[in-house]
């Protein structure tokens, strides 16, 4: 039994790391459609949308019965308990995905309205995010989820820069508005994403430590 437990445990585990690929590679596909313009790339991210849901229903499965069959107790209650909800959370980074691609079919209709720069960035952080805290996942490594932890304070910070500049735009031709508030919801999809990373953290390092954080990491030195 002891043996099955950890097998299913190695298969969940790979899992997720496979979900949290496809979830990378959404993010990127709709991110190129935003900025080279490319319906087809949207296209793509709602094609990968059922791959990810299927997986969310196959994994919630096998941890459910897991949870029925084994009735763990301590430690791996708390890991399989945080299996369901990464699973969950790489779920939500899918859909910010497809909220991004469908903003991008939007914007195609209409002219560029800036050479998009901080957006394409926010983006490969939140990618790194969402790499790094699944490794961290699967290395029982709660040093490099609160590294994690620490880039949201990044991603929030690019954030408020494309609202503010996104603003500015709006202020100096009405026209821009349609544009630029789209352009302030693919940032703002990109930031939840971020906190899906960053709750994925957060689970490792209660898996670890048996600490209980939210969001931001206490000065371990005060």
């Known amino acids: 039994m002891e043996r099955h437990f950890d097998e299913e445990l190695t298969h969940l585990k790979q899992r997720l790391l496979q979900m949290g690929d496809t979830a990378q590679e959404m993010i990127g596909l709709a991110i190129k459609s935003l900025v080279e313009r490319k319906e087809s790339c949207a296209q793509d991210v709602f094609t990968l949308e059922h791959k990810v849901n299927h997986m969310e229903i196959e994994i919630e ?74 490794e961290a996942f699967v290395q029982h490594d709660p040093q490099l989820a609160k590294d994690v932890c620490g880039d949201d304070d990044e991603v929030d910070r690019i954030n408020d820069q494309i609202f503010r500049e996104l603003l500015t735009y709006m202020m100096e031709d009405p026209k821009s508005i349609t544009r630029a508030v789209d352009l302030i919801l693919v940032s703002r999809n990109l930031e939840r994403i971020a906190d899906h990373a960053t709750n994925i953290s957060e689970d490792v390092i209660f898996i670890e430590e048996g600490k209980n954080i939210k969001h931001h990491i206490q000065d371990e030195s005060a």
Not at 73 to 102: C, G, P
């Open 61 to 134: 499965d096998a941890v459910l019965k897991l949870l029925a069959l084994r009735q763990p107790a301590a430690r791996d209650l708390r890991l399989l308990t945080a299996i369901l909800k990464i699973n969950n959370d790489l779920e939500r980074v899918a859909d910010q995905a497809v909220n991004i691609s469908e903003i991008s079919i939007l914007l195609l209709k209409e002219p560029a309205l800036k050479p998009l720069i901080d957006i394409p960035h926010m983006a490969h952080l939140a990618q790194k995010m969402i790499k790094n805290s699944l």
